[in-house]
């Protein structure tokens, strides 16, 4: 009978003690699960929060066991604390203290300062930007991969072949150059909680970084198997190019910064990482529920690539890295080669998100001194897109003026006797707008469509497509117009052909034989070129990275290049209108001289950052 009694007393206790610890476990799953739902972050909140209950819950236990007169015990030297509740104490102020240290020794990130709003638009703009970075250098490897200069083994380059690979490794470097800005920007992924409070940015952020980390790894890995093979090529690209930008040892500082033993650590840590978001936190279902899936495809994608090369291969590509211990921060200023630009990129992003150095009361100024037709060169500064176009002008547009503007230039004589013979009826320019093409007339005549906006005056083509954009927002930082010189019938046949390409896809294949895609210069040199019947400027194409296109930065080298002549009235094809030229540091935009733009394509693309 007493050991049944003993029995049913230990069940009792078992009891008794499971129902005092069920209860505040019924409570606390109560408080986590409300605090989860108004969106209290796990870190630093609702850790902070559970640790400073705990100090308080050694405190309570401190007055009790000094209350019940147990706090000490007697030992052999007398009266000395509890070992075990000594221990607990410190542990748990250990714990505190540490928290609160991690979180006030941690600097503040840019990317989590970030608004709401402006993380969004940021995300999305980088995340098209990893997308185009991918592709263009995607693009460039397979035509070195593919090229009878790394196929037919160590021997002296042609001077053509000299000038393929100098093109194809500008490419390469200013595509890895943006794919390196990304990673850095959202590299502080992990101070975005986990839980269901900014679990979106959690993920999202780290898949950004992890694709542009991984294509950046895959790309040049392929790209410096493919010039080690060959010492004069090597020998080539480690030549100074200061026209580029590019010193001394450019490829072999590349070669070593991105393929040391660090980076490959760092990708193997990163997976592993990867693998816990999949399982125990199912964030393949989250990212699914976004829309995003295809960035998980695209991981594997690229660990496909990777996993390819041979050990061996890899082993050799990893040698000339350093053995410093692996650590999750990357590093931010390997390249370009003018110093500071990494750190302003990622500094000022954060500060120029939205507004531009060029101020709307200055496109009020100048608007007056534009004509319908007027070809537009403009720049933003540490926009990442700027990277994988050659050249300083990254962009050109077409100048159209409000709509009341645009009709009353084009009410012109000649231009009704054109519209005349072409359709056969009396119509005013408007109307054959209108006729033509009313999609894009209503679109452009609405304007932007709220209150207190400027109406729309340029046409251009941007990641969105073609479409129209007011001059605040077009302007930008840099802005330079430039007027042909064709007669108003030619000018009006610019804009009517400007308008048929409204809506169409950007072209990311930047491919001028085709028109159902457009890229900004295609769009400005369809609607001036020459045609039957049709006035208009002559370009020639350029060569890049194997691709027949016409960058801005190039219709600005070819309309300038006459401009110095003995005899311009005779050659010019445009005239100079006006340049605003930035001032980066003082935070302005100028008005510069003929001089000044004439001279600006020359300028490196990084020119922001050496003034």
């Not at 005056?457 to 930082?477: K, L, N, P, Q, W």
Request: aromatic share 12%; with cysteine.
């Amino acid at each position: 009978m007493s050991k049944t009694n003993a029995a049913l007393g230990r069940l009792g206790n078992f009891s008794y003690w499971a129902g005092l610890l069920l209860f505040p476990a019924a409570l606390g799953s109560v408080f986590g699960y409300y605090a989860s739902d108004q969106g209290v972050p796990w870190l630093p909140n609702y850790i902070g929060g559970v640790l400073i209950l705990c100090l308080l819950s050694f405190a309570l236990v401190i007055l009790g066991r000094w209350l019940r007169g147990r706090l000490f015990k007697m030992g052999d030297n007398g009266r000395r604390l509890s070992r075990r509740f000594v221990l607990a104490m410190m542990l748990g102020m250990l714990a505190l203290g540490m928290r609160l240290w991690v979180h006030e020794s941690q600097e503040s990130s840019p990317l989590t300062e970030l608004a709401v709003n402006d993380f969004e638009e940021a995300w999305r703009n980088d995340l098209d930007n990893y997308v185009e970075f991918e592709r263009g250098m995607e693009l460039a490897v397979l035509d070195l991969e593919a090229h009878p200069m790394f196929q037919e083994g160590d021997r002296v380059l042609s001077a053509k072949e000299e000038l393929l690979l100098l093109d194809l490794w500008r490419a390469i470097y200013d595509y890895s150059f943006g794919l390196d800005q990304i990673r850095v920007f959202y590299e502080d992924w992990y101070r975005f909680d986990p839980s269901r409070a900014q679990r979106s940015f959690h993920l999202r952020s780290f898949l950004l970084m992890y694709l542009s980390e991984l294509a950046l790894y895959e790309k040049s890995t392929r790209m410096a198997r493919l010039v080690t093979q060959n010492r004069d090529a090597q020998r080539f690209l480690n030549s100074e190019h200061p026209e580029l930008g590019l010193g001394a040892d450019s490829f072999s500082d590349y070669r070593t910064q991105l393929h040391g033993t660090e980076e490959t650590s760092r990708i193997l840590a990163l997976r592993r990482y990867r693998d816990f978001l999949a399982g125990p936190l199912h964030a393949r279902r989250d990212t699914a529920a976004l829309g995003l899936d295809w960035m998980w495809e695209r991981v594997e994608a690229h660990r496909r690539v990777i996993n390819s090369v041979d050990p061996i291969t890899r082993g050799e590509t990893s040698i000339r890295g350093d053995m410093r211990a692996v650590q999750i921060g990357l590093k931010h200023t390997w390249y370009p080669a003018q110093s500071g630009v990494a750190e302003w990129f990622g500094d000022t992003r954060r500060r120029r998100i939205g507004w531009y150095l060029i101020t709307p009361e200055q496109v009020a100024e100048i608007d007056p001194e534009l004509h319908p037709g007027d070809l537009l060169v403009s720049r933003k500064n540490w926009y990442l897109s700027n990277v994988g176009l050659p050249g300083f002008w990254p962009h050109a547009l077409l100048y159209l003026g409000a709509p009341d503007k645009l009709i009353a230039f084009f009410d012109d004589s000649a231009v009704e006797s054109w519209i005349l013979e072409s359709t056969g009826q009396a119509l005013s320019f408007q109307q054959l707008l209108e006729r033509e093409h009313p999609l894009a007339w209503r679109a452009y005549a609405a304007g932007p469509g709220h209150e207190g906006e400027h109406p729309f005056r340029v046409i251009e083509a941007t990641s969105e497509g073609i479409g129209f954009s007011t001059m605040e927002h077009a302007a930008g930082d840099y802005l330079a117009a430039m007027r042909p010189r064709l007669d108003k019938v030619a000018l009006a046949q610019a804009v009517l052909e400007s308008f048929k390409h409204y809506q169409k896809p950007y072209d990311y294949d930047f491919d001028f034989a085709t028109d159902h895609t457009l890229v900004c210069t295609e769009l400005v040199w369809r609607a001036l070129r020459p045609g039957p019947d049709k006035q208009g400027i002559h370009w020639e194409m350029v060569e890049v990275a194997g691709r027949r296109t016409l960058p801005a930065n190039a219709m600005v080298e070819q309309s300038v290049a006459d401009w110095n002549s003995e005899d311009p009235a005779g050659e010019r094809q445009l005239d100079f209108v006006l340049f605003l030229d930035a001032r980066e540091q003082d935070g302005v935009a100028v008005r510069a001289s003929e001089a000044e733009f004439i001279g600006s394509w020359e300028r490196v693309k990084w020119d922001m950052a050496q003034q």
